[in-house]
């Protein structure tokens, strides 16, 4: 089945400590994105990719950056981890960014930091 | 700014009829999506509307008015799996999806 798969669900951390969280999909679609989630709020968009071209929302902090090496495959990377970081990061994908594409998420991946 | 509006929590019974409602505004109208998201998991599409109207899949049904800003998520026959929170998310002018915070909707027996 084609699918959105992020590695691991699970992330315990340090504060201070650099982590990376992975995404991967089956799709074939042409854009990426990771979504902070706080308990109890809506999804927050961090930045997604169309294709190789990167677009950051204005507000998402220097602390997490990402790369996509290819279609398949998104990281986010947060180089130094606050205690005001653990969250749900969920991942999505969708064919395009045309009104009638839908995004499709991945499990998600729950940061702990401690 | 941009805004959705949706209510906290709702209470229902099993085999029942419940509406959950939707106010937006934001900058532009390309559609409206309801996910449904059970605690601890990833958000599930349930249903996209972009002309008024009201899409029926299954139990579920989906309601949009696109001049009064509003929509509506209708669930029939209530069943515990239910339970879970629902968003509204609306594609602004930029196709950037403006989420809601969350319905959480707890069913009882």
């Known amino acids: 089945d084609a699918m959105v798969i992020q590695n691991p669900r699970y992330q315990v951390t340090q504060f201070g400590k650099p982590v990376t969280l992975s995404c991967s999909q089956t799709?074939?679609?042409?854009?990426m994105y990771w979504y902070q989630q706080k308990s109890s709020q809506a999804p927050k968009l961090l930045f997604h990719?169309?294709?190789?071209?990167?677009?950051n929302e204005a507000d998402t902090p220097d602390n997490f950056q990402s790369r996509r090496p290819n279609t398949s495959f998104c990281f986010l990377d947060i180089r130094s981890p606050g205690l005001g970081d653990a969250a749900m990061y969920l991942c999505?994908?969708?064919?395009?960014?045309?009104?009638?594409?839908?995004?499709?998420f991945g499990p998600g991946t729950r940061l702990t930091v401690l | 700014g941009q805004n959705i509006d949706q209510p906290t929590e709702m209470t229902a019974t099993e085999g029942a009829i419940v509406q959950i409602n939707c106010t937006y505004q934001?900058?532009?109208?390309?559609?409206l999506f309801w996910y449904q998201q059970h605690a601890g998991e990833a958000p599930t599409f349930l249903s996209y509307?972009?002309l008024d109207g009201l899409e029926e899949k299954g139990r579920f049904s989906s309601f949009l008015s696109r001049s009064k800003g509003y929509s509506y998520l209708l669930l029939k026959e209530l069943q515990m799996k239910d339970s879970a929170s629902y968003l509204c998310?609306?594609?602004?002018?930029?196709?950037?999806?403006?989420w809601g915070a969350g319905t959480k909707l707890i069913i009882k027996p």
């Open positions: 999505a994908t969708s064919r395009g960014l045309a009104e009638t594409d839908t995004q499709y």
């Open positions: 799709l074939n679609h042409n854009v």
């Open positions: 990719y169309y294709d190789k071209d990167f677009n």
């Open positions: 934001t900058s532009g109208f390309n559609g």
């Open positions: 509307n972009v």
């Open positions: 998310a609306v594609k602004d002018s930029n196709y950037q999806l403006i």
